[in-house]
C-alpha cells in the first residue's frame, strides 16, 4: 500500500501479465506507471492474494524449482507484456501514418480552409507550418468545398459531408496477432454499424495488416464492410497506396482534374 509501483515486481514474480491482473484483479497499469500513488486496503489485499495464489500453484506444481526457474518465470511475464505494448505501439503508428498520408493528399491539393485542435477549434491554415510532424496536435481537417475530416477513435477517420453527416468511415487496424485478428474484426464491425445509424449510404473502409484465412473468409460475407485496403501494401507500395489515395479523394468530392 505504501508503494503501489511494487505490483509489478510481484506480478512479474508471479508470472501473471498486465492483462492477465486486469482479467482477475483490476487495471493496474496507473500505479506501476505512478500516475496514482494510494492503493486501498481492499484493493491490496485482492492484488495479494492472487499473486499469493500464482506463487504458490508454481511452487506446488513442481518437485523442485530453483532460482533461475524463478527468473525465467519473470522474464517470461515481462516478455509478454513488451510484446504486448510493442503491438499496441504497431497499431498506433500504422493508423498515424495512414492519416499522414491523407493528410498530405489534402496539402498537394491545397484545399485545406484550416485545421482543427484538440480543443475542437478551427485553427487558421499556415501554408509554411509542418503539420506533419505534428498531426497528432491537431483533431481534423476543414476543406474549401465544406467537407470535414476528422481524427478519432471508433472510427479512426471520419469524412463528414456539408450537412454534417458520415460520407464515409475508416477503420485502421494495425495489430499483426493473427489471435487478435476476429477479435478486431468484432470491433470493426461494431464501429461500422454506429456509423449506419447516422448515414445508412455511409461508404466504410477497412484498412488492415493481419487477414487470418478465417478473417478473409468473414470479410466476403461481411455487408457492413464495402472496401478491405492491406495497410502493408499501402506503406511499401506506391501504385497501390495511389489506389488508397484516389479513393478517398472521390469521397472528398475533389474534382477528378485534381486526382492522380
Not at 475508416?170 to 476476429?182: Q, V
Not at 506503406?235 to 479513393?247: A, L, P, Q, T, V
Request: charged content about 25%.
Amino acid at each position: 500500500m505504501e508503494h503501489p509501483t511494487f505490483i509489478s515486481y510481484y506480478r512479474n514474480v508471479a508470472a501473471i501479465p498486465l492483462k492477465g491482473v486486469q482479467y482477475l484483479a483490476f487495471n493496474v497499469t496507473d500505479y506501476e506507471l505512478r500516475k496514482k500513488t494510494e492503493l486501498s486496503y481492499s484493493s491490496a489485499l485482492k492484488l495479494i492474494k492472487l499473486f499469493n495464489t500464482h506463487i504458490s500453484s508454481i511452487i506446488e506444481s513442481t518437485l523442485s524449482i530453483t532460482k533461475e526457474n524463478i527468473s525465467s518465470l519473470m522474464y517470461s511475464s515481462a516478455g509478454c507484456t513488451i510484446d504486448g505494448s510493442w503491438r499496441n505501439k504497431i497499431g498506433e503508428e500504422a493508423e498515424k501514418m495512414v492519416k499522414s498520408y491523407v493528410l498530405r493528399n489534402c496539402l498537394e491539393k491545397g484545399i485545406i480552409f484550416a485545421m482543427i485542435d484538440k480543443s475542437n477549434r478551427p485553427a487558421d491554415f499556415d501554408p509554411e507550418y509542418d503539420y506533419l510532424s505534428n498531426i497528432d496536435l491537431f483533431k481534423g481537417i476543414k476543406l474549401k468545398n465544406h467537407m470535414t475530416i476528422l481524427f478519432s477513435n471508433e472510427p479512426d477517420i471520419s469524412i463528414i459531408g456539408p450537412n454534417g453527416k458520415p460520407v464515409s468511415v475508416i477503420e485502421i487496424k494495425g495489430g499483426t496477432d493473427p489471435a487478435g485478428a476476429l477479435e478486431r474484426l468484432g470491433a470493426i464491425k461494431k464501429s461500422f454499424d454506429y456509423a449506419r445509424k447516422e448515414n445508412k449510404k455511409v461508404e466504410t473502409i477497412l484498412v488492415v495488416s493481419c487477414i487470418t484465412e478465417e478473417m478473409n473468409k468473414r470479410l466476403k460475407k461481411e455487408k457492413t464492410i464495402d472496401n478491405v485496403f492491406n495497410l502493408t501494401a499501402i506503406i511499401i507500395d506506391m501504385e497501390y497506396r495511389g489506389k488508397f489515395i484516389n479513393k478517398i479523394s472521390s469521397l472528398l468530392q475533389i474534382p477528378q482534374s485534381q486526382i492522380s
